[in-house]
């Protein structure tokens, strides 16, 4: 067994098992989040974890409840579960199980996954005769419930990931169903990547006594990313993506719209330049969203264009670039965005378009994250460079993101920022999840590989 590269995870107090599969895949030490979260999560404490994605999370919860579930083996109940995990989409429900998976090999868990998009009944089968670990998306949890071919009257362990979007996507509702089903004796652990009021009231009304753990202030973005933007017309933002995918560095790029339908006329324009792309819906089969992401994943494709929404289950390594083709009206989302770069200790560049009716989203963005983003100025044919006031934002000097393109400057890492506001906000973000749709859209193009690239070292688990 590999242990000596676990010190770390060792002194964590974990089951040999787990360490020999950490250990399998290469895992040296546990993020901040890990460090803090494991250990109350094996003396059964209660837990609101503060994290954004790519901060490891995942395992910070994953391991420690198939610890407690190896501590203390049990048959299966029939059309019961011992581990609920309700996520808000299909993709990052799918990126938990293979966690569970990944880390469990050594132990066998029994583990499910129900989500739409593929045969109820199928799902009604695999847990006739119980599970120990069952990940869900709400809607379809509730659809198992219905048909009774599953109750929580046996949970031992409940998990909320990723909160605030859940709220974003109006299923809070089906959540207090879901905990009102739920034995009153049982530990919660409740993440969320920001916490508005109604989020807070939902984690004082489900958790007992917990532990806050936030590994960094809501709203920050990552220090090794090097942001700017482009003011650029509306009809000039398809020729200038083409133009930056054809010019920068890239090795996997994310690229945001606001809606399905601008994922559709970006992957238009992509094709109409020779740049031959793909495009998956929320109305695409699960298998069909499945076969891409893996594509992505593995490197066949390069270039993936995404809804906010959409987004949130993507949990890929060697991201080296997003850009904001649409600015978000929600200045929460652009740290969400920016944060799928720069993840397992590598730099990233976050490139956002800003037209003229898009200023309002940035002033709130740079309000937000409490910096000025370096800007230039693409309007009319003009080429202009960053100012110095943008690139000497409060007094720092640029730094160099170490991709060898044309990437420009580095900004300031962000302070702690304010949490969300009000009414506006939530009926922003309610405009937002119908524009995009149940589950947003994600489009693909096929670029070519830049020769020679190393991906980065994996260090610890997500």
Same mark, same amino acid.
């Given at each position: 067994?590999?242990?000596?590269?676990?010190?770390?995870?060792?002194?964590?107090?974990?089951?040999?098992?787990?360490?020999?599969?950490?250990?399998?895949?290469?895992?040296?030490?546990?993020?901040?989040?890990q460090?803090?979260?494991?250990?109350?999560?094996l003396?059964?404490?209660?837990?609101?974890?503060?994290?954004q994605?790519?901060?490891?999370?995942?395992?910070?919860?994953?391991?420690?409840?198939?610890?407690?579930?190896?501590?203390?083996?049990?048959?299966?109940?029939?059309?019961?579960?011992?581990?609920?995990?309700?996520?808000?989409?299909?993709?990052?429900?799918?990126q938990?199980?293979?966690?569970?998976?990944?880390?469990?090999?050594?132990?066998?868990p029994?583990?499910?996954?129900?989500?739409?998009?593929?045969?109820?009944?199928?799902?009604?089968?695999?847990?006739?005769?119980?599970?120990?670990?069952l990940?869900?998306?709400?809607?379809?949890?509730?659809?198992?419930?219905?048909?009774?071919?599953?109750?929580?009257?046996?949970?031992?362990?409940?998990?909320?990931d990723e909160?605030?979007?859940?709220?974003?996507?109006?299923?809070?509702?089906?959540?207090?169903?879901i905990?009102?089903?739920?034995?009153?004796?049982?530990?919660?652990?409740?993440?969320?990547?920001?916490?508005?009021?109604?989020?807070?009231?939902l984690?004082a009304?489900?958790?007992r006594?917990?532990?806050?753990?936030?590994?960094t202030?809501?709203?920050?973005?990552?220090?090794?990313?090097?942001?700017?933007?482009?003011?650029?017309?509306?009809?000039?933002?398809p020729?200038?993506?083409?133009?930056?995918?054809?010019?920068?560095?890239?090795?996997?790029?994310?690229v945001?719209?606001?809606?399905?339908?601008g994922?559709?006329?970006?992957?238009?324009a992509?094709?109409?330049?020779g740049?031959a792309?793909?495009?998956?819906?929320?109305?695409?089969?699960?298998?069909?969203?499945?076969?891409?992401?893996?594509?992505?994943?593995?490197?066949?494709?390069?270039?993936?264009?995404?809804?906010?929404?959409?987004?949130?289950?993507?949990?890929?390594?060697?991201?080296?670039h997003?850009?904001?083709?649409?600015?978000?009206n929600?200045?929460?989302?652009?740290?969400?965005?920016?944060g799928?770069?720069?993840?397992? #200790?590598? %730099?990233?560049? +976050? =490139?956002? !378009?800003?037209? @003229?009716?898009? *200023? $309002?989203?940035?002033?709130?963005? &740079?309000?937000?994250?409490?910096?000025?983003?370096?800007?230039?100025?693409?309007?009319?044919g003009?080429?202009?460079?960053?100012t110095?006031?943008?690139?000497?934002a409060?007094?720092?000097?640029?730094?160099?993101?170490?991709?060898?393109?044309?990437?420009?400057?580095?900004?300031?890492?962000?302070?702690?920022?304010?949490?969300?506001?009000?009414?506006?906000?939530?009926?922003?973000?309610?405009?937002q999840?119908t524009? #995009?749709? %149940?589950?947003? +859209? =994600?489009? !693909?193009?096929? @670029?070519?590989? *830049? $020769?020679?690239?190393?991906?980065? &070292?994996?260090?610890?688990?997500?």
């Amino acid at each position: 067994m590999k242990d000596s590269a676990l010190p770390q995870f060792l002194a964590l107090g974990l089951a040999a098992p787990i360490t020999r599969a950490l250990a399998d895949e290469q895992y040296t030490h546990p993020t901040p989040i890990q460090a803090q979260t494991i250990p109350q999560a094996l003396a059964a404490r209660d837990i609101i974890g503060i994290a954004q994605t790519g901060t490891g999370k995942t395992a910070a919860f994953a391991l420690p409840i198939l610890h407690r579930l190896a501590a203390a083996p049990r048959r299966c109940e029939p059309r019961r579960c011992r581990v609920l995990v309700l996520s808000p989409t299909r993709e990052l429900s799918a990126q938990i199980v293979e966690s569970f998976t990944t880390y469990g090999r050594y132990l066998s868990p029994r583990v499910a996954l129900a989500i739409g998009g593929v045969s109820l009944n199928q799902q009604i089968r695999a847990l006739v005769g119980g599970v120990d670990i069952l990940v869900a998306t709400p809607g379809r949890l509730l659809d198992l419930i219905q048909q009774r071919a599953l109750g929580l009257d046996g949970v031992e362990i409940f998990v909320l990931d990723e909160a605030d979007r859940m709220l974003d996507m109006g299923f809070i509702h089906d959540i207090r169903k879901i905990v009102a089903k739920l034995p009153r004796q049982r530990q919660t652990l409740f993440f969320s990547a920001t916490m508005p009021r109604e989020i807070a009231d939902l984690a004082a009304q489900m958790l007992r006594d917990p532990v806050k753990v936030a590994v960094t202030p809501a709203a920050t973005t990552v220090e090794r990313i090097a942001q700017r933007v482009i003011h650029v017309e509306r009809a000039g933002k398809p020729a200038l993506l083409a133009e930056l995918l054809r010019r920068e560095t890239i090795d996997r790029v994310l690229v945001f719209t606001r809606t399905k339908r601008g994922a559709d006329k970006v992957v238009r324009a992509l094709a109409k330049g020779g740049l031959a792309a793909e495009a998956i819906h929320g109305n695409k089969s699960q298998n069909q969203r499945e076969r891409v992401l893996t594509a992505f994943r593995t490197g066949r494709v390069r270039t993936l264009v995404a809804t906010d929404i959409a987004a949130r289950g993507i949990d890929v390594e060697g991201i080296s670039h997003v850009i904001n083709y649409d600015l978000p009206n929600v200045p929460e989302s652009y740290v969400h965005r920016i944060g799928r770069t720069a993840r397992a #200790g590598a %730099d990233g560049v +976050a =490139i956002s !378009f800003c037209d @003229a009716e898009e *200023r $309002p989203f940035l002033r709130d963005i &740079e309000k937000l994250i409490r910096m000025t983003i370096p800007a230039t100025d693409h309007r009319g044919g003009r080429r202009t460079q960053p100012t110095p006031q943008a690139q000497h934002a409060r007094g720092h000097s640029p730094r160099r993101n170490g991709h060898n393109g044309h990437n420009g400057h580095k900004a300031e890492p962000a302070r702690h920022a304010p949490q969300p506001n009000g009414a506006a906000a939530r009926a922003s973000r309610k405009a937002q999840v119908t524009n #995009g749709g %149940d589950i947003g +859209a =994600i489009a !693909f193009m096929r @670029a070519p590989r *830049r $020769p020679g690239t190393p991906q980065p &070292e994996r260090r610890a688990p997500r």
